[in-house]
């Protein structure tokens, strides 16, 4: 199997939708067997260019060489015939078929009856020879995310696709595990087996594992190089430009305040009845950002939709000041609490109503909306929104325009608005700013530090550890459904977090 | 009154073996169909058609089982329509089978009204209790050839479902559309497949009903039997050895009521008649209830959507 690592090229690469250019002439040259990092902002055209290469698009100019030799893709069927393979961030893997079934049917020359004792047979010979294990026979839904990333590798190893593409291959696993995964395909890569061109937005994973990187910005290759050789540094400012990015909110030193708010012994159960989140203890502090890192999966979205009443209590309580709080409408406003869940174009938002009937979901009942309670009036709702919309820089046609039309990060915003635009005494977050750009990630962290200092509780549920390494001042890792582990932040570091994310 | 509890339990035992194989096929091509992510609710209508078709040909060729092809004939063409009518962009599965059910229907009483009197061939039962000596099992085990069909094609798809390419891309059709269409296959051509196959199978659950029990073709022939199989695939977890099981539970509960009376308890007789229909509900309220048993749902299916 060594020395079977193929060389990939793109050379020229153009796409255009309508008016956006999406890729302009990019070029690329991934050499065989090497660990190659694609990096870029969101919106870059990274997806583009792989996609390209893949067949799901077909690039308007440009061209893809494979060890040298041109080769034409049209569709992702090409790509398989040609020994290219991509692991995507949604698992293609289907979840009610087993991990041996979902090899056998993803060949192409899958058998019509399938003969199980000599497909184990030859499944077992393959995987003697793979440098990692997932269990064969349970549905791929009960495996864990990191086993699905691996049986997703492992898949394309089986398809003996050499030339793998990533996506994000670690945004759903544990920094161990992710270690261990990259480092297992670096050896692989090294002894010129496979491969491997990596998405990513990680620059420690690209500094320790990977040896070249590609830069792209706005659809424009804006570098290349060794990923040993150069700094950090050097690689952001390849990726961010000259874009300025708004100071951070510092963090103000101010005395320990009181319990502000307590969840006290929270059990709650997921869709299928399973205990999702199990006696979570957590107090919070006014004045304080308590950071809840996991892995993905591990209770964090059960526990955020308990708190903002999406979700019943199977047991505990949760109290703010000493008292008792049922998350229901009129208390969210009594105690003044506000929330960004996570994904908020679904969770706050209505995204076929206004950009100014959303950012009147708090206040459409209170004057000057409403009057006697009950009689709403267009007027000052749309007056407000546009004093939020220009206090918070949300990109809208206007305040009339459906919230569904705007961005990510201007949905994010708007939420932001009018979430925070009173007082604020309990902030609820929710990996506020994934699938954000730089920009509107700088400028929302400071909002959320704001807060902080100004005397909120903040709980913030985060999946990304550098996030909450940078805004918390205690942190609390959640595995299993539950809280195993409490520290302040400076008493504690990525590794000692990594290892109870784990479960350890 | 020993006597009696064995009369009943004989009788409950035929009922289970007469009636239970409308519900089988019924429940059976439904499995097919939702295990490749489409719900088809229009199967009462390929039931009472494939009933008037299978009598009517018969009736006009004198070949029963050629009734029965033509049933499936029927059924076949129901679900392909409904099968190509939801391929269509922003069209709702469950909407257009209840359109189907009445289509299928209609049409059943439109073409069947001249053969509502004359007397068709029917299927011939296999004697299997004559050894017995006793008159009622033996009558109780008079078994139609299509019970056994019913019962080697479940055995099929339980067998094919993990052992041969068909059954896996049904399978993955209908828990991922998304990743059957990252393994090349048409998702739309799957699901027409699936959703045809399954309206043949229903056709001919309706070819025993005219052709065998109760044996005759009129407009009251089913009572709401396709769509109570339809509700039988939920309770069998999308299994097709447990649909068997569950249409056979159907069958002898169907049977209580007459059997009671044959004994003379005719007190509660409507209520007793009516058990099929309590079993069903339930069974749905206890299915429903446990939230471990959604596992088993395919994950493409517009209710679990």
Request: some cysteine; proline content about 5%; overall charge neutral.
């Amino acid at each position: 199997m060594a020395g079977r690592a193929p060389s990939l090229e793109a050379i020229g690469m153009t796409k255009v939708f309508g008016p956006l250019v999406a890729l302009d002439d990019v070029s690329i040259k991934v050499e065989a067997g090497s660990f190659h990092a694609l990096l870029g902002e969101n919106g870059a055209g990274k997806s583009t260019l792989v996609k390209c290469i893949m067949g799901f698009y077909s690039a308007d100019k440009g061209q893809v060489r494979l060890d040298g030799q041109e080769v034409a893709i049209r569709s992702p069927r090409d790509a398989r015939a040609n020994g290219i393979g991509m692991v995507y961030q949604q698992f293609t893997l289907v979840p009610c078929l087993t991990g041996a079934e979902n090899l056998v049917i993803s060949r192409a020359d899958a058998p019509a009856v399938i003969d199980w004792a000599k497909e184990k047979k030859h499944l077992d010979a393959f995987m003697a020879e793979m440098p990692f294990r997932v269990p064969m026979n349970t549905p791929v839904s009960s495996l864990s995310a990191g086993e699905k990333q691996k049986l997703e590798i492992l898949k394309l190893l089986y398809l003996d696709q050499r030339f793998m593409i990533l996506d994000e291959p670690t945004s759903v696993l544990t920094p161990g595990e992710a270690d261990e995964m990259l480092g297992l395909l670096g050896g692989m890569a090294d002894r010129k087996e496979i491969t491997v061109l990596m998405i990513s937005h990680k620059f420690r994973e690209v500094k320790a594992f990977c040896d070249h990187f590609t830069v792209l910005r706005r659809g424009r290759f804006t570098g290349a190089g060794d990923a040993k050789a150069v700094s950090v540094p050097e690689m952001s400012a390849m990726m961010i430009g000259d874009t300025a990015i708004r100071e951070r909110a510092a963090r103000k030193k101010h005395n320990e305040g009181a319990d502000r708010l307590e969840l006290a012994g929270l059990f709650a159960e997921d869709n299928d009845g399973l205990p999702a989140i199990r006696s979570v203890n957590l107090k919070v502090k006014a004045g304080e950002i308590v950071g809840i890192a996991g892995v993905s999966g591990n209770g964090q979205s059960a526990l955020v939709e308990a708190l903002s009443g999406q979700r019943p209590l199977s047991d505990g309580g949760i109290y703010i000041n000493g008292e008792f709080f049922r998350p229901k409408r009129g208390s969210f406003d009594r105690y003044k609490v506000f929330g960004l869940p996570e994904e908020p174009l679904k969770n706050a938002t209505v995204p076929r109503m206004s950009v100014a009937e959303n950012l009147a979901f708090r206040s459409f009942d209170k004057p000057p909306v409403a009057k006697l309670g009950w009689w709403m009036s267009p007027g000052p709702m749309r007056e407000k929104a546009r004093e939020l919309i220009a206090r918070y820089r949300v990109k809208t046609q206007g305040p009339d325009a459906p919230i569904e039309t705007l961005s990510g990060g201007n949905v994010q915003r708007a939420v932001l608005a009018r979430e925070l635009s009173g007082d604020v005494d309990v902030l609820i977050v929710a990996n506020p700013c994934f699938g954000l750009d730089f920009a509107s990630v700088a400028d929302i962290r400071s909002q959320i530090m704001e807060q902080r200092n100004r005397g909120a509780a903040v709980l913030l549920v985060s999946e990304d550890l550098d996030e909450i390494l940078e805004l918390a001042d205690r942190v609390a890792v959640m595995s299993g459904g539950t809280i195993n582990y409490v520290a302040r932040i400076e008493d504690t570091d990525r590794n000692t977090i990594g290892q109870h994310m784990a479960g350890h | 009154m020993d006597n009696a509890l064995v009369t009943v339990l004989i009788a409950m035992l035929g009922g289970a073996i007469r009636v239970s194989t409308p519900f089988m096929f019924v429940a059976l091509g439904e499995t097919l169909t939702e295990k490749s992510g489409r719900i088809n609710l229009g199967l009462e209508g390929n039931l009472v058609l494939g009933a008037m078709v299978a009598y009517a040909v018969s009736y006009l060729s004198g070949n029963a089982w050629l009734g029965v092809l033509a049933a499936g004939g029927s059924g076949l063409c129901l679900g392909a329509l409904h099968g190509y009518i939801c391929k269509l962009p922003r069209v709702n599965d469950i909407a257009v089978g209840i359109a189907m059910m009445s289509f299928g229907t209609g049409l059943a009483f439109f073409f069947g009204k001249p053969f509502i009197q004359p007397s068709a061939p029917r299927l011939d039962a296999i004697p299997l209790g004559d050894w017995t000596g006793n008159p009622a099992l033996a009558q109780a085990l008079q078994v139609n050839p299509l019970f056994f069909v019913g019962i080697a094609l479940a055995v099929f798809m339980f067998w094919a479902f993990r052992n041969t390419r068909w059954g896996l891309i049904v399978r993955m059709t209908g828990d991922s559309a998304a990743s059957a269409k990252a393994m090349g296959v048409s998702v739309d051509l799957v699901r027409f497949l699936a959703t045809a196959a399954g309206g043949f199978l229903a056709g001919i659950g309706g070819a025993f009903l005219s052709l065998y029990y109760p044996g005759s073709w009129n407009q009251g022939l089913s009572s709401g039997q396709g769509l109570m199989a339809v509700a039988l695939v939920i309770f069998a977890r999308w299994d097709p050895i447990k649909c068997i099981f569950a249409a056979l539970l159907f069958g002898a509960a169907g049977a209580l009521g007459p059997s009671l009376q044959s004994i003379g308890i005719s007190q509660g007789y409507y209520f007793f008649n009516a058990a099929p229909y309590i079993l069903t509900l339930i069974i749905m309220i206890i299915s429903a209830g446990s939230k471990a048993s959604a596992r088993d749902v395919p994950g493409e299916l517009s209710i679990t959507k």
